[in-house]
Structures are given as structure tokens and as C-alpha cells.
């Protein structure tokens, strides 16, 4: 029973359909942002090379 102007089963159900395969979408890309995050943050507190750890042990044992 449709009233006047109200979509169908039909186009309810597509609009379902589009909504969880941009879910999914938005999902994966939160996963990919989040470990390039990571990745990020590694990168930035990791020391540069074992030759700067020496030199900076190097200069604390002084």
C-alpha cells in the first residue's frame, strides 16, 4: 500500500544497496587514513639512523 509520492520497495531497497557500498567505501578509506597516520607518527618519533644514536650517545657519555 503506497500513499501518493511515497518511493517503492524497489527504490528503498537500491537506495539501501548505494548507502552500504558507500559505508564500505568510507570504511576502507578510514583504514588507509588511519594507518598512514601510524606510518606518520613512526616515522616522526623513530630515530633518523643508527649514526645519530651513536653520536648521541656519543655526546651524553661526555
Known sequence: MNRTGDPSVEVLLARIAALQAENHQLADRVAKLEEELALARLHRFAP???????????????
Open 48 to 62: 633518523r639512523c643508527a649514526a645519530a644514536i651513536r653520536v648521541r650517545l656519543q655526546r651524553q657519555s661526555r
